[in-house]
């Protein structure tokens, strides 16, 4: 199974900060990687898909990037609805599809 | 509206099975892998298993295989999953998603809780 491992596992930050949150994989999945925000009690809700693109409805203050191993999600300035959990997933090689340990972003 | 609304959680003993279910609405379910993943309290996403559009295709996680079997009825716009033998660490909110077979999860149910305990 692919491994993935999301970095930092804890962020917090203020309103306004442009924050990275990482993701890396145990082997190279091209571009087949995910981005999900999931807020408490809630259902995670898709950002980023194909490592980039950015799903309907998404603001574009989130970007994704990166391809083969390493993938980076980048919020370029923190609204206080972002304060969340976030989740990388790999739709690359399955089974089983594999999900991040998760980043908790929090406010400073 | 495009939605999935799970149903069928509960409190079951250590060995017992449950069914669950997902309707579908607002749009062609037929045409759509189907997907549910989990989330044990206070942890992260684990998929469970998914289906292919047209049902004859399934796959599941190691710690489910053997126990868990997940269905779909097109005609019903319904995805299903039944689990047996149940275990404390199967203890979870469950989620279907639409996606699955090499697509992300582009949309959610609200999930439905299952407890396993004596």
């Known amino acids: 199974a692919i491994q993935l491992t999301q970095s930092p596992s804890f962020l917090s930050a203020s309103v306004g900060d442009r924050v990275n949150i990482t993701c890396r994989t145990s082997q190279g999945i091209y571009s087949a990687l995910a981005w999900y925000q999931q807020k408490p009690g809630k259902s995670p809700n898709l950002l980023i898909y194909?490592?980039?693109t950015l799903e309907s409805g998404v603001p574009s203050r989130f970007t994704g990037s990166g391809s083969g191993t390493h993938f980076t999600l980048t919020i370029s300035s923190l609204q206080p609805e972002d304060f969340a959990t976030y989740y990388c997933?790999?739709?690359?090689?399955?089974?089983?599809?594999?999900f991040g340990q998760g980043t908790r972003l929090e406010i400073k | 509206e495009v939605q999935l609304l799970e149903s069928g959680g509960g409190l079951v003993q250590p060995g017992g099975s449950l069914r669950l279910s997902c309707a579908a609405s607002g749009y062609s379910f037929r045409s759509y892998a189907m997907s549910w993943v989990r989330q044990a309290p206070g942890k992260g996403l684990e998929w469970v298993s998914a289906?292919?559009?047209?049902?004859?295709?399934?796959y599941y996680a190691d710690s489910v295989k053997g126990r868990f079997t997940i269905s779909r009825d097109n005609s019903k716009n319904t995805l299903y999953l039944e689990m047996s033998s149940l275990r404390a660490e199967d203890t979870a909110l469950y989620f279907c998603?639409?996606?699955?077979?090499?697509?992300?999860?582009?949309?959610w149910g609200q999930g439905t809780m299952v407890a396993v305990s004596s």
């Open positions: 998603a639409r996606g699955g077979d090499y697509e992300p999860f582009h949309l």
């Open positions: 194909d490592a980039s």
């Open positions: 289906i292919g559009d047209n049902g004859r295709s399934t």
């Open positions: 997933q790999q739709f690359h090689l399955y089974p089983p599809i594999t």
